[in-house]
Antibody, heavy 119, light 110 residues
């Protein structure tokens, strides 16, 4: 059974940093691209970033480019999102999502972790 | 503001058929396949339909998807109370070089 468990969310001041983690199990982690998708309170979903299975290619939404970094630890079956220079508009539930092979479809999602950026 | 446009709400009574639309442009729906995700209250999204009209294993055939031009639709037949959820459409956008979502449609079963 595929399981994705996010952690690392919390309250941070504007301009601060936070690192999110996602522990993956139930599939061969290195074979799949992984992504972060967020959802601001009462809003729709917003794609944040994607990393290929090998970790050698990354993609970012314009809204986070230059501030967020996605990376993965394939030996640990873990996905990470380093978030710097956080802004109030980054406040959201952040979901870890597994990609389908050769597709931009997200076939499994975690339960999410809440990030609140406020002074 | 979302790049894909969905109605904010939809409703139906048990047993009815409901359709949710998703409107885009040539750079997203017009050029790429559409996925639909179901999000039950307080949970993470679940893949409901992929590649316009394909159902993952375990998704009832009451759920179906279609695409025409720059628009897509999700149809739910034989509506049940457990279908009450938020439904999100998504597609790759060639201009933005990323995945885009609709604003989500909250389905209420009356």
């Amino acid at each position: 059974e595929v399981q994705l468990l996010e952690s690392g969310g919390g309250l941070v001041q504007p301009g601060g940093s936070l690192r999110l983690s996602c522990a993956a199990s139930g599939f061969t982690f290195t074979n799949y691209a992984m992504s972060w998708v967020r959802q601001a309170p009462g809003k729709g979903l917003e794609w944040v970033s994607t990393i290929t299975g090998s970790g050698d290619t990354t993609y970012y939404a314009d809204s986070v480019k230059g501030r967020f970094t996605i990376f993965r630890g394939n030996s640990m079956n873990a996905l990470y999102l380093q978030m710097n220079s956080l802004r109030a508009e980054d406040t959201a539930v952040y979901y870890c999502a597994k990609g389908m092979v050769g597709s931009t479809t997200f076939d499994y999602w975690g339960q999410g972790t809440l990030v609140t950026v406020s002074s | 503001q979302s790049v894909l446009t969905q109605p904010p709400s939809a409703s139906g009574t048990p047993g009815q058929r409901v359709t949710i639309t998703c409107s885009g442009t040539i750079s997203n729906i017009g050029s790429n396949t559409v996925n639909w995700y179901q999000q039950l209250p307080g949970t993470g999204p679940k893949l409901l339909i992929y590649s316009n009209n394909q159902r993952p294993s375990g998704v009832p055939d009451r759920f179906s998807g279609s695409k025409s031009g720059t628009s897509a639709s999700l149809a739910i037949s034989g509506l049940q109370s457990e279908d009450e959820a938020d439904y999100h459409c998504a597609a790759w956008d060639d201009s933005l070089n990323g995945v885009i979502f609709g604003g989500g449609t909250k389905l209420t079963v009356l």
